[in-house]
């Protein structure tokens, strides 16, 4: 045999030549054939067959995770159903067809486990691939969130329908009639995250939700809102079963300074359990009282100063004292100052000490 002794430059070109043919991008290279046929190609039966070779690269990638690939599909779509292309009708109806076909819910459903398992990139490709196929994949995005198991795949996936409900808002309200409560717990959360007044009034009726998880989302889809409507109903919660619950309405209530809150507040107040509750939730309620009523809440405040010298020491009741002391000197007024002063004389140990360190605080603030 004849031996053929190549050159340093010729060995560099063929080593050059196999980068270049390692590095080429396969998947687009076909993608691109087919999108340049179907450019071109007008006949409907072949038009037809080959956006069926398309739709089976597509299901393929989706299946593998390559939704970076995938979302160029979707994109060759849109281009096609431009008024660029000037495509005729009977064509451009197979195209919304392929769309449609691209995000069928089973298709959608096989990707819950690569979504389990992915990060970073992949997780945004898949995103931009669902928000670029528009409403349509809304109700397989919403089957796809009911059959998630983990948090983190249920969180990306509201995140993915906080930016896709907004073209359909009307469909996530109509399936709050779901049975499933963890559905509609997320589907609130999502609501809330758009931030459309119109949901006030479908979540009205989820207020007394047998599972405090869906309370618990429904107020904070409407503590997330500047509305009217969503601060009356922000009130129901003052009564929630939930503690934490409570405490967060409460403390969302004084912050808003909502005047009407300032009824159901005082009513708290007087019940005959209000000193056996937390400590976390009666500081709450004496602070949202004295940022709404300010001086008119000092009468119904000032009464917890009026403890006796008890045998036995009654912590609850001196733990009250101190949360109406710290209301009366956040208030600050002339008439909360002389509350705070009688309060200093009075002949419990705690509720003196806490109302005389008080007095003696703004005192100091003033100087």
């Not at 096609?80 to 064509?91: A, F, I, N, V």
């Not at 490709?125 to 969130?145: A, H």
């Not at 609501?191 to 047998?210: E, M, Q, T, W």
């Not at 019940?271 to 709450?284: I, M």
């Amino acid at each position: 045999m004849h031996l053929f002794k190549l050159t340093e430059s010729e060995i560099e070109k063929i080593k050059e030549e196999v980068r270049r043919e390692e590095g080429l991008d396969m998947v687009g290279e076909l993608e691109g054939i087919l999108f340049d046929i179907l450019r071109v190609e007008r006949e409907p039966v072949l038009f037809s067959e080959i956006l069926v070779m398309v739709d089976h690269v597509l299901e393929g990638l989706m299946s593998r995770g390559d939704f970076r690939h995938a979302r160029r599909t979707i994109e060759f779509y849109r281009e096609m159903l431009g008024p660029s292309r000037d495509l005729p009708e009977p064509l451009r109806a197979q195209v919304r067809q392929a769309l449609l076909q691209a995000g069928d819910p089973k298709r959608i459903l096989m990707l819950e486990a690569i979504l389990d398992s992915s990060e970073g990139a992949t997780l945004s490709d898949f995103s931009s691939l669902m928000i670029l196929m528009g409403k349509d994949v809304i109700p397989s995005v919403v089957q796809l969130l009911s059959a998630a198991n983990k948090m983190k795949t249920r969180r990306f996936l509201c995140d993915i329908l906080a930016e896709l409900g907004k073209m359909d808002i009307d469909y996530l309200i109509s399936r709050l009639n779901d049975d499933r409560w963890y559905l509609v717990r997320n589907l609130i959360y999502v609501l809330g995250n758009i931030g459309d007044p119109k949901i006030v009034k479908d979540l009205a009726r989820f207020i007394r939700h047998s599972r405090f998880q869906v309370r618990r989302a429904v107020f904070h889809a409407l503590d997330s809102m500047e509305d009217l409507g969503a601060e009356k109903l922000l009130m129901h919660f003052i009564s929630d079963p939930d503690s934490s619950t409570r405490i967060s309405a409460v403390k969302s209530l004084g912050r808003r300074n909502i005047r009407e809150a300032l009824s159901p507040l005082s009513e708290v107040l007087s019940a005959e359990d209000f000193h056996g509750k937390e400590l976390a939730e009666k500081r709450e309620i004496f602070d949202a009282l004295s940022r709404i009523g300010g001086d008119a809440a000092v009468p119904q405040i000032r009464a917890f100063l009026k403890g006796r010298w008890r045998l036995l020491k009654d912590v609850k009741v001196e733990e009250t004292a101190c949360c109406a002391v710290a209301a009366l000197q956040k208030i600050a007024t002339p008439t909360a100052v002389e509350a705070l002063r009688e309060g200093g004389r009075s002949s419990n140990r705690t509720i003196r000490e806490a109302c005389n360190k008080a007095c003696e605080a703004m005192g100091a603030a003033r100087r």
